[in-house]
């Protein structure tokens, strides 16, 4: 059975928007904090062997920068994942190797989740990962928090999500300050 593993760049007060928009003008903000250390933490953190489990508008984001980003771990493993892209208009999809979750996509995903392969991972799909955790399809929340407030910007849970609880596994911290928090999956949030 494969695990389901989030991975989001997250501020300190929850964004985790990084392009910019008419109210967002911070799309840069992880920069400052990138070294090579960090690099090796999160392709760490990611594994060798790995699938994406992508929402359709980071799969096109995505799409536009990664087939051109170069020889790197982080470009290599990304390039080389099949991606299971949560859509509707999977004949439109370029960037592959791609699987198909099929018309439903949450029992696509259970399905996928039931086989043998490695890990799916999920960055960003905001949208995706609340439904996720909504149908209790998350094993482990991977968190590089940064030291930064900014304020506004699409946040990691939304004001409508359901409380949820997490059990911290381990954190590492890179020289420039973000921290790498591991939590695994519990469930609702016990009263």
Request: charge should be negative.
């Amino acid at each position: 059975m494969r695990k389901i593993r989030i991975m989001e760049h997250i501020s300190l007060d929850g964004v985790i928007q990084h392009e910019d928009g008419e109210d967002f003008a911070h799309g840069n903000w992880t920069a400052p904090y990138r070294s090579p250390a960090g690099l090796e933490a999160v392709v760490e953190a990611q594994g060798s062997r790995f699938d994406l489990l992508l929402g359709r508008r980071t799969y096109d984001t995505w799409a536009g920068f990664w087939p051109k980003a170069g020889n790197s771990p982080i470009a290599n493993g990304l390039n080389a994942a099949t991606k299971y892209v949560a859509t509707h208009r999977p004949n439109s999809l370029e960037w592959g190797p791609v699987g198909s979750l099929g018309a439903d996509i949450i029992e696509g995903i259970r399905g996928l989740k039931s086989t043998d392969g490695p890990d799916l991972i999920v960055w960003g799909s905001s949208t995706l990962t609340s439904v996720l955790l909504d149908q209790g399809l998350v094993d482990e929340v991977v968190l590089l928090v940064y030291p930064v407030l900014l304020g506004r910007g699409k946040r990691f849970f939304s004001d409508h999500a359901d409380p949820r609880e997490l059990a911290f596994v381990s954190t590492k911290v890179t020289s420039t300050g973000v921290l790498i928090n591991t939590y695994r999956y519990v469930g609702s949030l016990r009263s």
